[in-house]
T-cell receptor, first 113, second 116 residues
């Protein structure tokens, strides 16, 4: 049982490049979400999904896209990277977004030059 | 405005000592409050979760308290160990189900360093 896995662990991009951050979970959780963590700030919700085929925007969705074709996978796409997207990105999953504990992946550290 | 504020921002204590971290929130309506531990370079890991009706919850040497009337929570760490060095994050959830607006608010965390 690997829990929540994320790849890559670290990535450097140039402004304007696109990329996909991968997230997978093997706990059969319906709820998955993406957060970004910036120094001195709490985690902020980017996008979330309540099940396969269903996604919605969080607090800071601009510049990011998501899809959920399977229960296990929830990739995050950066369409055209900007320096403001330099951050640490965490994927999380849970049986319920409010009542149950969220399980976080190890994070992806992204640097946009 | 719904907010979660933690104090202190950082704390250094000697190994073996106790410490208490604070969390104040203005979220309403309140659903539950969680404390997470985040080691450097890792994702947060849940320590405790408390609903409105609970005022204390323990997990080993970690004890969380909740006063829903004053909207305050604390995390007490007993007999600290070097492995307790981490950031501790307070997370408050709204009662409402998910909507387009975030219904979970994360505090910015307290950075705890344990010195030998």
């Amino acid at each position: 049982n690997a829990g929540v896995t994320q790849t890559p662990k670290f990535q450097v991009l140039k402004t304007g490049q696109s990329m996909t951050l991968q997230c997978a979970q093997d706990m059969n959780h319906e709820y998955m979400s993406w957060y970004r963590q910036d120094p001195g700030m709490g985690l902020r919700l980017i996008h979330y999904s309540v099940g396969a085929g269903i996604t919605d925007q969080g607090e800071v969705p601009n510049g990011y896209n998501v899809s959920r074709s399977t229960t296990e996978d929830f990739p995050l796409r950066l369409l055209s990277a900007a320096p403001s997207q330099t951050s640490v990105y965490f994927c999380a999953s849970s049986e319920h977004p409010i009542r149950e504990t969220q399980y976080f992946g190890p994070g992806t550290r992204l640097l946009v030059l | 405005k719904n907010q979660v504020e933690q104090s202190p921002q950082s704390l250094i204590i000697l190994e073996g000592k106790n410490c208490t971290l604070q969390c104040n929130y203005t979220v309403s309506p309140f659903s539950n409050l969680r404390w997470y531990k985040q080691d450097t370079g890792r994702g947060p890991v849940s320590l405790t979760i408390m609903t409105f009706s609970e005022n204390t919850k323990s997990n080993g040497r970690y004890t969380a308290t909740l006063d829903a009337d004053t909207k305050q929570s604390s995390l007490h760490i007993t007999a600290s160990q070097l492995s307790d060095s981490a950031s501790y994050i307070c997370v408050v959830s709204f009662r409402a189900f998910y909507s387009s607006a975030s219904k979970i608010i994360f505090g910015s965390g307290t950075r705890l360093s344990i010195r030998p």
